[in-house]
């Protein structure tokens, strides 16, 4: 036995003897993780928030959560003299005289933005591809969760430094809560610990920031991996895959090489834009001061359609038996986000009962051929991209030229006639995907090739396509819709009424396919058609 | 009914499974020459990550951290920071790189088949399963004695109550606090900055001042007060102005004053136009028109800013003739309706 | 001559089906239109008349550009005509500014003048300035050595003071904000400090008229070093993506960011050949 095995081997046996871990280590070794570049997202996620961890413990060391008053005595000139709160001083300290502060500042903020957009392309993936039907619901559920908590911790988190331009965001943060009826002044007034904004503010959120709620995402995320992990990653149709197996790679060597590399890869790239892109320069916005604020302001990317719809929203407030109720706060600030994110939630639900399909699903759909499930998705963004164009709307008009009262009709317009019309431009999308593969699985890729028969007709080659690609265009199912009868043989009318109307409905709906072909009209093709 | 019925619809299956497609070898598979080269290129980024790590250590310790330097697109940027950070990425990214390339070109490459079974436990485990639960209830005889039961309920229902409480000196109460600001009448007008108070004949007719309240000697103005005292003062043609005749008894010779705390959602209204003698805020959009005692005519505000009236003292400087006569800033519940 | 011309057209007509031919063509072809007219431009410039230096003969100079120039807006005795406001009273400094800055006269009947390249010189401006202020007392413009805004500004001072009456249509670093109905602060980035001084007298369009007694001499003049330090600042953490903050942060962290990941994994999960 070389050093190397032996060293090895008494590691091995120290851990084994005291945790039994040999048998499981071996299935962990060689469990199975399918290969495909949009099951990376995930991991995108994850990384980001590992980098979040690392970078925000080092920011952590210089950062003061204070928010009492100093007069600034430092490095950047234009504030000498200013006063300020202790935590925007100790946040341009960090900025200007810790070396490579300034860096993990930008690391981390970077980190954070990407984080959110590969959480949010990665839950498209999931979605469009199926990948959220059981037995992966509550997965789903967890993810949700994870998108909501990563929307406030962002939020938190650069508000933490305490500038003008994150201290207007909380104030339009404390005017939604002292919107809420009955109790919002006085939840306003206990999280700010009295008027705003206080002196209380700063030190709670950071509490928030850096323990309660990463703490929280840490258990969430675990959770999620451990059901990936137990219940095993889905993966595309395709030849030899089924159902009831998982094709890919082990994790020794293959995946530990790659995702661990992966994760090398996401954190240099976040580094690279931490050194070479400026991203909130709290210098240039200057301190907090409520008197104060600057054109263009916008809250983060990921909040950004929060802004957009406040700003979209009619100016509709009721003054009744003594009472105000604001509702063109709370609709766009609350209610709505709330309905969004509780659909969201409980999407595989609601498309189990519009199918009736409770089985379990291992394989993925291609999202063409799930039409409906697709357009309601490409509803949903279309929705939030309006939401977040109109949140720059000031930004657009300043850099394109035009009327910030225009782009606002467009989007108030837009909200509700845009979503409609990407559902329908995008189912019939869908279904001409799947005409355009029926095409090919029966006549074969078209070459382009150009050739002339003897008798002076012209053709276009078609190549048949390989087993393979055949297999992986036709091996869907293409489920039938629920039949819901009004009325039994007897004449008893279904108790379900009108919700199984509704189903019966819906049901139809999202099963609107392009037929496969059939087995008989590829026994056609093979006889004797060309 | 409303499951699925696969019996009438069978599963339309045109084409068998051909099974997992054949093994293709990566030409590092068959060409030792192939492999060598991909063995070279490994290293290369390995040691690429390397030269990163120096370039990081050099910069921290020998560039002098406001050593500043021009580049297109950047301008000019501080060298120390850009080449620690350029160093960092180059260490992290090349080990992943590296990793990679290896896992691509020289790890085996052969698609594995592991095999799931279903997610649901068998109907022995699940029936053990039940059996134990109720196995287990029945020893505790929650059923059997109800007063333990309700004493319980009672005894955790209560518990929570204590932790709840304890949140209770979060914060002061609002009281009457949203309604109120340090505008009092006779309360001075001062510029913000400077604290100078101001005649009518200081503001010419298309101008604005940012406004607070006088402080008597040795109050601190906080932020607290400037987020509710903060007060704009307009000058226009004393014509101009489309108002009842209390509102216009609120102005002086053209010189209105509005809070600049928006009524929507409390961000600083400020942004004046001259020639349309409307008022923007920026957050948000809303626009409010100042000859109609900052009316909405667009955006999502809900009420016009509040209107602080204005007179001049005997020495001739500006003062309020009376606090706000509503609460300044965004709606609550308590609100007294307009 | 002719015979080694047409011997070298001969050589290179070899390359006429060569794939870059076209593009080389199209290319040539634009760079000498460009040239061409740009050559054709300046030899056309207006031979300059030099006048003498006086009082009186610079109002009637700034007279008769005047009658030139704005009259056909500004009506004949600058009293205004539509949308073209009267221009009595408004002072030599509303002049410079509008002038110098390329604003006036206007390129087209818009919501805003914007600022170009100035189609009068110095002396023309001055001229004009000087008939506008003989019409009624105004605003005096100033120039930038009168300003001694590096000595008697504080930079800090001026960061608030920006803050406080300026960055709610400027932004927070200056590069402009938009107002309503398609009208727009512009950036006060590049502009000299005798125009950041006059737009804040005169109060342009738009922007209200900050008065020396509201916001003092001293106080523009620590706005201007303010303004001036900004401009000037290294870009410190990298490129500063336009200083307009999160909107263009969360362009390239989803664009850049995600995108170069996104092309990693591509590259990752494909078989290597």
Redesign the interface.
């Known amino acids: 036995m070389s050093a190397r095995e032996r060293v090895a081997g008494g590691t091995a046996n120290f851990i084994d003897e005291r945790t039994g871990a040999a048998k499981w280590m071996k299935k962990t070794l060689t469990k199975v993780f399918p290969d495909h570049w949009s099951f990376m997202l995930g991991e995108i996620v994850m990384y980001s928030f590992v980098i979040l961890l690392l970078s925000g413990t080092f920011l952590t060391f210089w950062f003061d959560p204070s928010m009492r008053e100093v007069e600034y005595e430092g490095s950047y000139e234009p504030l000498n003299g200013i006063k300020m709160s202790a935590a925007y001083a100790s946040a341009l300290h960090i900025s200007f005289d810790i070396r490579g502060g300034l860096l993990m500042r930008q690391i981390h903020h970077w980190a954070a933005l990407i984080f959110m957009a590969a959480m949010v392309v990665h839950m498209m993936r999931v979605f469009f591809t199926g990948a959220f039907r059981k037995p992966r619901e509550l997965n789903w559920i967890i993810g949700v969760a994870l998108l909501t908590l990563g929307i406030v911790e962002g939020f938190l988190g650069y508000s933490l430094p305490d500038d003008l331009l994150s201290g207007t965001g909380i104030r339009i943060a404390e005017a939604i809560i002292q919107a809420i009826p009955v109790v919002g002044s006085y939840l306003s007034y206990f999280i700010f610990g009295g008027a705003f904004p206080g002196e209380m503010f700063i030190q709670r959120i950071y509490a928030v920031h850096i323990l309660l709620v990463p703490g929280i995402m840490l258990a969430l995320i675990t959770a999620h991996l451990m059901l990936v992990w137990y219940q095993k990653h889905t993966q595309y149709p395709g030849p030899g895959r089924t159902e009831k197996n998982v094709v890919g790679y082990p994790l020794m060597p293959v995946y530990m090489a790659k995702a661990g590399g992966f994760f090398f890869i996401v954190f240099g790239v976040t580094a690279f834009l931490g050194a070479v892109a400026q991203i909130n320069p709290i210098w240039i916005y200057g301190p907090y001061n409520p008197g104060q604020i600057g054109a263009g302001s916008q809250p983060d990317w990921y909040m950004g359609w929060l802004d957009g719809l406040v700003r979209a929203a009619p100016p509709i407030e009721t003054h009744a038996f003594g009472v105000t109720i604001s509702w063109n706060i709370l609709i766009p600030g609350l209610i709505i986000p709330g309905i969004i994110f509780t659909l969201m939630a409980f999407y595989p639900f609601i498309e189990q009962w519009m199918t009736g399909d409770k089985r379990e699903h291992h394989v993925l759909d291609r999202p063409r051929n799930n039409p409906n499930r697709t357009a309601i998705g490409a509803m949903s963004l279309t929705f939030t991209m309006v939401a977040l164009i109109n949140g720059g709307n000031d930004l657009l008009a300043t850099h394109f030229d035009m009327s910030i009262n225009q782009i606002m009709w467009f989007s108030r317009i837009g909200l509700i006639a845009l979503p409609p019309l990407a559902f329908v431009i995008t189912k019939r999308i869908c279904l001409s995907l799947q005409r355009a593969d029926r095409e090919k699985v029966l006549h074969g890729r078209e070459t382009g090739r150009l050739v002339m028969l003897p008798h002076g007709e012209f053709i276009e080659v078609h190549e048949p396509l390989s087993p393979e690609k055949a297999y992986a265009l036709t091996a869907h199912e293409q489920l039938p819709p629920l039949e819901i009868s009004g009325a039994d043989s007897n004449g008893v009318a279904n108790p379900q009424g009108i919700k199984g109307k509704l189903r019966a409905r819906m049901s139809k709906a999202s099963q609107e396919q392009i037929q496969k072909p059939t087995a008989k009209e590829m026994l056609e093709l093979e006889d004797g058609h060309h | ?5 696969m019996e009438s ?1 069978k ?11 054949e093994h ?1 070898h ?3 598979d068959v060409d030792p020459l192939a492999a060598k080269k991909a063995e070279r290129q490994v290293s290369i980024l390995f040691s690429l990550s390397a030269v990163g790590t120096i370039l990081f250590v050099y910069s ?1 310790v020998w560039i002098p ?1 406001d050593t ?1 330097i021009f580049l297109p ?6 060298a ?3 080449l ?3 160093g ?13 390339h ?4 020289l ?3 052969h ?6 079974k ?2 649901r436990s068998n109907n022995e485990d699940r029936e053990a399963f039940v059996a134990t639960v109720k196995d287990g209830a029945g020893q505790a005889g929650l059923g059997r004695r109800p007063l333990i039961k309700r004493t319980l309920a009672l005894a955790l229902g209560l518990v929570g109550v204590s932790p709840i409480l304890l ?1 209770r000196d ?5 009281e009457n ?2 309604n109120e600001t340090n505008w009092k009448a006779g309360t001075r007008l001062v ?4 604290d100078r108070p ?2 009518p ?10 406004v ?1 309240p006088e402080f008597p000697a040795g109050k601190v103005r906080h ?2 007060d ?3 005292d ?1 007060v704009l003062l ?1 000058r226009i043609r004393p014509e101009e102005f489309n108002l009842d005749a209390e509102r216009l008894s609120w102005t002086y010779e053209g010189i209105i004053a509005f809070s ?2 928006c009524s ?5 209204v ?7 003698k ?1 008022l ?1 805020c ?6 409010f028109d100042v000859t109609r005692a900052a009316k ?1 005519i ?6 016009p800013l509040p209107q602080l009236a204005i007179t001049v003292d005997s020495e001739g400087y500006l003062v309020a003739k009376a606090p706000f006569n509503e609460a300044v ?10 | 001559m002719a015979k080694s011309v047409n011997r070298f057209i001969g050589r290179i007509s070899r390359y006429r089906r060569h794939r870059f031919a076209a593009p080389l063509m199209l290319l040539s072809g634009l760079l000498l239109a460009g040239v061409g007219f740009t050559v054709a431009q300046a030899a056309t410039e207006e031979i300059q008349v030099v006048l003498s230096s006086d009082k009186a003969s610079l109002i009637a100079e700034g007279k008769e550009i005047f009658a030139r120039g704005c009259s056909s807006c500004h009506g004949l005795n600058a009293e205004g005509a539509g949308a073209a406001p009267s221009l009595i009273g408004v002072g030599a400094a509303s002049v410079d500014f509008q002038v110098a800055t390329g604003r006036m006269p206007m390129a087209d009947m818009s919501q805003q003048a914007m600022r170009k390249e100035p189609l009068y010189d110095e002396r023309e401006t001055a001229a004009l300035a000087a008939y506008v202020a003989s019409l009624a007392p105004g605003p005096a413009a100033v120039s930038n050595e009168e300003l001694a805004w590096e000595r008697d500004g504080n930079t800090a001072d001026g960061g608030e003071l920006f803050r406080t009456n300026c960055a709610m249509c400027h932004n927070l670093a200056g590069q402009g904000g938009a107002l309503t109905q398609g009208k727009y602060a512009p950036t006060v980035m590049g502009v000299e400090p005798k125009h950041i001084y006059e737009a804040m007298v005169t109060g342009p369009q738009a922007m209200p008229v900050f008065a020396n007694s509201v916001l003092t001499h001293e106080e523009k003049l620590s706005i201007i070093k303010w303004i001036k330090f900004v401009e000037t600042e290294p870009s410190l953490g990298g490129a500063a993506l336009g200083r307009v903050g999160p909107v263009t942060e969360g362009a390239v962290g989803f664009i850049l960011g995600l995108g170069i990941l996104i092309g990693i994994a591509v590259w990752l999960t494909t078989k290597a050949r």
């Open positions: 009914m409303s499951e699925i019925n619809n599963e339309i299956a045109p084409l068998e499974d051909p099974g997992l497609p293709v990566r030409k590092t921290y951290d500043l697109i950047f301008g000019t940027t501080n120390h920071q850009l620690l950070g350029l960092l990425a180059m260490a992290l990214f090349f080990i992943g790189m590296g990793a990679v290896w896992a691509k070109t790890m085996p490459d698609e594995v088949v592991d095999y799931r279903e997610q949140l979060l914060g002061p109460l609002p606090d949203l510029t913000d900055p400077g101001i005649r004949s200081d503001l010419e007719v298309g101008g604005v001042a940012q607070q932020l607290d400037i987020a509710q903060s307009i600049k705390i929507h959602m409390g961000c600083a400020a942004l004046y136009e001259q020639t349309t409307h923007l920026p957050c948000h959009q809303s626009t909405v667009f955006g999502p505000a809900a009420r800033g965004p709606s609550f519940w308590g609100r007294d309706s307009q």
